[in-house]
């Protein structure tokens, strides 16, 4: 605990230190902000909290009027929610893919054993042309770096869209399943991008106490996606029944996808640009880094806070770039070799983001129709919609629970109890599937997990991985993790139709092992990001606090 007296004072939030001005009585409650961090005295924190402040009004001066200014959340809000809309590409995607590939006009179309009677699928073509769409998403993921740092978040947006429309023609006018497989990549692609720039754009756009809050939105939005495209299913099954010849079975949803797409690219022209990447690329570009945040806060471009907010952004882009004079410093600040522990944050973001997806979610939102069928289930279009629904919900009620309690504390409750509803649901369908009270008791299950992914692991990977990374490295150390995810999201959507005929319903064990394994991780290796900082994560990294319990990584 040594270290812990040598790390040096960080500095507030502007916003914060404006609250602390006008309300004073509330400076206790900000000094503890660090509290579960810094395992420090009291009156310890209070000094350095002071310091912090007369070190910080000496580089941006805090006029009065900045503290009575009044802003508003309202359009900040709203430009999240337009940034988000991107995410019902994805959530729409995940709510039809698993259904269509089970419609009988689709089997009877595209299916490739055709030595049986019906024809039917693989269950390796099965697994491909369902995860093949992750790999795409790693493909985006992996190009987002080079098209954000040239082009910028919001054209980057904007050619997820375009791509999205391109990957849904192709798929509707395939003739065969390796076209809808190709079509399906394209369409993933989109997805690979959407997942990094979304959360980056309004992680850049929010204030550090009020970025769990907005980038939420975006797991709102997939949710909602989920929900529509569960509805579309459903509705395309009843209005053009089992048919065998009808196309309109697979391609209604298809379509409607393209008008999502549509919608995107259109609304992406009202959201404003990323501050910190117009300074990153030209300092020419105040005005319009000033504009940005004007619009977010609904204040006049000359209003002391909106100065105070691009000061501190340009403070910080161009400490980066004197860092980057060197090559020493170019070294030192790659995820390789960077300072304090890059390598490190990047595994940690790389593991977590795999995890979410081996905590089983996928076998439900994939596999739901197929699952439900087997268990004597008459319309298993109909089970979509409740597990759609219960995630929206619960997507909603997450809001509130990231606002108020711990990233960490989340994570582990959320843990503890996937892994008791996944066990249950897996001893259910292998024990009473047959069974009416067993198959009810099944769907029952399967929605509280989904509820409580919904408010923990759902939600919380994207924010923490969006947390946990300084400019610098940002986009790059992203756009890693989300390949990793999709890379994962590969694996489990492509074995769980092999795994499934061979192990039928014991498959679920292999997650539950997953998701203990999560606990581990996260008791191991995360640390706390609500509320913090950048250059206070910084300060926990480089002070050799985590991983809290691992010796090994700690230097000798």
Same mark, same amino acid.
Do not use: D
């Given at each position: 605990m040594s270290n812990l007296r040598n790390v040096q004072p960080v500095p507030l939030s502007i916003e914060r230190r404006a609250r602390l001005h006008q309300y004073p009585h509330i400076s206790m409650e900000t000094s503890g902000q660090y509290s579960n961090t810094f395992p420090i005295k009291a009156h310890h924190r209070r000094e350095k909290m002071e310091n912090n402040g007369e070190k910080y009004q000496s580089e941006v001066p805090l006029s009065d009027n900045a503290t009575k200014t009044t802003h508003s959340y309202i359009p900040l809000t709203l430009y999240s929610i337009g940034i988000s809309l991107a995410g019902l590409i994805f959530g729409y995607d995940i709510g039809t893919i698993g259904a269509i590939i089970d419609m009988p006009a689709f089997i009877s179309r595209f299916g490739d054993n055709i030595e049986v009677t019906p024809i039917e699928f693989y269950p390796m073509t099965k697994g491909v042309l369902i995860g093949i769409g992750s790999l795409g998403g790693c493909i985006g993921g992996f190009i987002t770096s080079t098209l954000v740092q040239f082009w910028g978040p919001r054209k980057a947006l904007f050619l997820s869209g375009l791509i999205s429309i391109l990957g849904d023609i192709v798929i509707f006018f395939s003739l065969n399943w390796w076209q809808i497989a190709i079509g399906r990549t394209i369409y993933g692609v989109s997805c690979g991008i959407i997942c990094v720039v979304c959360p980056m754009l309004i992680s850049d756009l929010s204030p550090t106490n009020k970025r769990g809050l907005f980038i939420s939105i975006m797991q709102l939005n997939i949710t909602s996606g989920i929900l529509i495209g569960a509805f579309t299913m459903l509705l395309s099954n009843i209005q053009f029944g089992d048919n065998l010849t009808n196309h309109w079975q697979y391609n209604y949803p298809v379509l409607q996808e393209i008008i999502f797409g549509i919608i995107i690219c259109a609304v992406i022209f009202f959201i404003p640009e990323s501050p910190t990447w117009l300074l990153s690329k030209n300092r020419h570009n105040l005005d319009k880094a000033i504009r940005s945040i004007a619009r977010c806060y609904q204040l006049n471009e000359s209003d002391p806070v909106v100065r105070i907010q691009v000061e501190k952004i340009s403070a910080l882009v161009n400490s980066e770039e004197s860092e980057l004079d060197s090559l020493l410093e170019k070294l030192n600040n790659s995820l390789l070799k960077g300072q304090p522990k890059y390598l490190l944050r990047t595994f940690t973001g790389i $593991?977590?983001? /795999?995890?979410?997806?081996? *905590?089983? &979610?996928?076998?439900? @939102?994939?596999?739901?129709?197929?699952?439900?069928?087997?268990?004597?289930? =008459?319309?298993?279009?109909?089970?979509? &919609?409740?597990?759609?629904?219960?995630?929206?919900?619960? %997507?909603?009620? =997450?809001?509130?629970?990231?606002?108020?309690?711990?990233?960490?504390?989340? !994570?582990?409750?959320? +843990?503890?109890?996937?892994?008791?509803?996944?066990?249950?649901?897996?001893?259910?369908?292998?024990?009473? %599937?047959? +069974?009416?009270?067993?198959?009810? !008791?099944?769907?029952?299950? =399967? /929605?509280?997990?989904?509820?409580?992914?919904? *408010?923990?692991?759902?939600?919380?990977?994207?924010?923490?991985? +969006?947390?946990?990374?300084?400019?610098?490295?940002? $986009?790059?150390?992203?756009?890693?993790?989300? /390949?990793?995810?999709? &890379?994962?999201? @590969? !694996?489990?959507?492509?074995?769980?139709?092999?795994? =499934?005929?061979?192990?039928?319903?014991?498959?679920?064990? #292999?997650?539950?092992?997953?998701?203990?394994?999560? #606990?581990? @991780? #996260?008791?191991?290796?995360?640390?706390?990001t609500r509320h913090v900082e950048i250059s206070a994560l910084d300060a926990i990294y480089d002070a050799d606090i985590y991983p809290r319990r691992l010796g090994c990584f700690r230097p000798k």
């Open positions: $593991v977590l983001s /795999c995890l979410q997806q081996f *905590t089983g &979610i996928n076998y439900f @939102f994939f596999f739901s129709v197929a699952i439900f069928r087997t268990v004597g289930i =008459s319309n298993p279009y109909v089970v979509p &919609i409740f597990l759609s629904s219960v995630n929206v919900i619960f %997507s909603l009620f =997450s809001v509130l629970l990231i606002v108020r309690y711990q990233r960490l504390t989340l !994570l582990k409750l959320g +843990s503890y109890l996937l892994s008791i509803t996944m066990f249950i649901f897996t001893t259910l369908g292998i024990t009473s %599937s047959k +069974s009416n009270v067993g198959a009810i !008791l099944m769907i029952v299950t =399967s /929605c509280i997990f989904i509820a409580v992914f919904a *408010t923990t692991w759902g939600p919380l990977v994207s924010i923490i991985v +969006s947390e946990l990374y300084p400019p610098s490295v940002k $986009v790059k150390a992203m756009g890693i993790c989300g /390949c990793a995810g999709w &890379i994962s999201t @590969f !694996l489990v959507s492509f074995m769980i139709p092999i795994l =499934s005929k061979i192990l039928g319903f014991a498959l679920g064990y #292999i997650f539950c092992a997953f998701i203990i394994l999560g #606990i581990a @991780f #996260i008791y191991f290796f995360l640390p706390e």
